[in-house]
C-alpha cells in the first residue's frame, strides 16, 4: 500500500503529465496547500518563492519549476507535543472544521480575482472575511 506522505510527496509528477496532457504553461498552474508556519485559517498567496520545507511543494518545483501560484492555507503549529506529520495527517477538530469551511468559502467567493492573478486583492478579500 502507499503511504499518504509518499503520495503527496510526489504531487508534481502528476501535475507535470496535466499540464502537458492540457498544454498548460507552468505560470497559469494554481497549487492549494497547506501552511504550518501560516495561523490556522489565514491565507497567503504568492507566485514562485521557495517551498519552505515543504515535501509536496518540492516534488512539484522539481517537476514543473517555481514559476506558478501558490496558495498557502494556514492550520498553525501543531499542538499537545504532536508532530508535524501527526498534525498535517489527523482529523479536524469540530472547530477546526468550522474554520476549513470558512476559508474554502471564501476562497471560492474570490476565485474570479485569483485567476486574474491579481494576489494582493485575492489575500486581502479572502482574509478579511474572518
Known amino acids: 500500500a502507499i503511504k499518504p506522505l509518499t503520495f503527496m510527496n510526489s504531487s508534481g509528477i502528476c501535475i507535470k503529465e496535466l499540464i502537458e496532457y492540457f498544454k498548460i504553461e507552468s505560470k497559469d498552474v494554481f497549487v492549494f496547500h ?40 494556514g492550520i498553525g503549529h501543531p499542538k499537545n507535543n504532536s508532530t508535524g506529520v501527526n498534525h498535517v495527517l489527523d482529523n479536524f477538530s469540530h472547530d477546526e472544521k468550522q474554520t476549513v469551511e470558512e476559508v474554502t468559502n471564501n476562497i471560492i467567493e474570490s476565485l474570479s480575482i485569483l485567476i486574474k492573478k491579481d494576489l494582493d486583492l485575492f489575500s486581502s478579500k479572502v482574509n478579511q472575511k474572518q
Request: aromatic letters at 4%; proline letters at 0%.
Open 34 to 73: 497547506d501552511d504550518m508556519d501560516i495561523d490556522s485559517g489565514k491565507v497567503k498567496v504568492k507566485f514562485g518563492g521557495s517551498n519552505a520545507g515543504h515535501n509536496g511543494i518540492e516534488s512539484i518545483d522539481k517537476n514543473i519549476g517555481k514559476h506558478y501560484t501558490r496558495i498557502r492555507i
